[in-house]
């Protein structure tokens, strides 16, 4: 496969994940109005984590199985698992709390929190560009959170939840990338699934207890079920194995389709309207993120210092 084909195949399986994942979103903001948070991401990754595993282990078609040695475990244990187990205990519980399109708005801002990550500022064009940028994704975050500063109507603690979930994404893809040196993104997305899952149920059992039981039947099964394919397995599995050819800043670009396939499948499944506030929100946040991936000094033929 040419060069150009292979990126044009990244970039393909990147918008089948956003479209994914946009789905997810909005059966998870239905399943964590009647089930708890907790038990309704853990139980999603370690199934989908296991399923992936099992894939890997018992059949060639994703690769070759290896062992791993124990470092390479600790370190997915801690990098993979844990991060990706608070960024999910955060996601969930902010998608209890406040509307799926605010949410994935603020999973829409985590590129700049990895350009910052990436790059300490200096005196040029491309820290300009990355602070700028910061900018004005912070803003479309402000944007979101008025509401909830001027009206007991919103709840606060979702937003500061989804806002920390942005940041904790940003945060899972960087450690995903470190891992990636020594495996496979399936390898990464495997472990690091199911390792979450063990670190989020025995939390989302104590959510039942509390809650006195779980409501199980077939919608709820389904769904679940669903998420756990196509929204974990594949676009998991898919989004890993980008994070191993391009830097995470690039990756997370795609992000930003998601805030917008999130409210389209929110809009016809769950009846949440698109709101002046989400439009403006998802304009400055698309503004900030476009600022930060393009590179205008080179479009306008600017030295890149000044």
Known sequence: MSERKHQTAIAGSLLVVVVFWGGNNAGTKWLVASWPPLWTG???????????????????????????????????????????????????????????????????????????????????????????????????????????????????????????????WANYNHQGRIL???????????????????????????EIVAAHGLRLDAPHLAVQGLCILFGGVVPYALWNSALRHWPTSRVMLFNNFIPLTTATWAHFTLKEPLTPTFLAAMLLIVAGVALGQVDWAKIFHEPESF
Not at 117 to 137: C, D, F, I, K, Q
């Open 42 to 168: 853990g139980t999603r990754f370690l199934f989908a984590g296991l399923i992936l595993l099992a894939v890997l282990r018992f059949t060639h078609w994703l690769g070759d199985f290896r062992p791993l040695s124990w470092e390479l475990l600790r370190k997915l244990w801690w990098r993979g698992g844990f991060s990706l187990a608070i960024y999910m205990a955060l996601f969930c519980w902010a998608l209890r709390l406040t509307a799926a399109a605010h949410v994935a708005l603020y999973i829409g801002a985590s590129p700049i929190w990895a350009l910052l990550v990436e790059g300490r500022p200096t005196r040029s064009w491309s820290s300009v560009r990355r602070y700028g940028a910061a900018l004005l994704a912070v803003s479309g975050v402000a944007v979101l959170f008025w509401p909830a500063l001027k009206s007991s109507g919103f709840n606060l603690a979702g937003e500061a939840c989804g806002l920390l979930a942005s940041v904790l």
């Open 180 to 206: 990636a040196r020594n495996l496979s993104g399936l390898e990464v997305a495997a472990h690091a699934m199911w390792m979450s899952g063990v670190w989020l149920v025995p939390l989302g059992v104590l």
